[in-house]
């Protein structure tokens, strides 16, 4: 049984700083790519960063200089370091594991019950 457990979230005050976790079992950790996913009411959910197996980042725009995805393989966890947090940042976070089987094409997508995170004074 795969299972992907944030935790991290709460109430900061803008300009503070999270650090989300992600802890996965049930899965080869080493051969996913993992990613952070956002999604604030009313709004479509939306990648905030990734780290692909090989340890490639990417970042949505909005977070490039605040937001620091990472990856433990021998933890089994992925973390985002989330520093000079903003009012807009507030949303659930959810994390991902994708693995897409080359010569298939198959894909294996998993997802985390979502973290709250608001930044608010």
């Given amino acids: 049984q795969v299972q992907l457990v944030e935790s991290g ?3 900061v005050q803008p300009g503070g700083s999270l650090r989300l976790s992600c802890a ?5 950790f080493s051969m996913y790519d993992m990613g952070w996913y956002r999604q604030a009411p009313g709004k479509q959910r939306e990648l905030v960063a990734s ?6 980042t990417n970042y949505v725009d ?3 200089g605040r937001f620091t ?4 393989n021998a933890k089994n966890t992925v973390y985002v370091q989330m520093n000079s947090l903003k009012p807009e940042d507030t949303a659930v976070y959810y994390c991902n594991a994708r693995f897409r089987v080359v010569l298939t094409d198959r894909e294996y997508d998993y997802w985390g019950q979502g973290t709250q995170v608001t930044v608010s004074s």
């Fill in 51 to 56: 780290i692909s197996s090989r340890g490639t």
């Fill in 24 to 28: 996965a079992s049930g899965i080869t």
């Fill in 62 to 64: 909005s977070v490039k």
């Fill in 9 to 11: 979230g709460g109430l």
């Fill in 69 to 72: 995805i990472s990856r433990d």
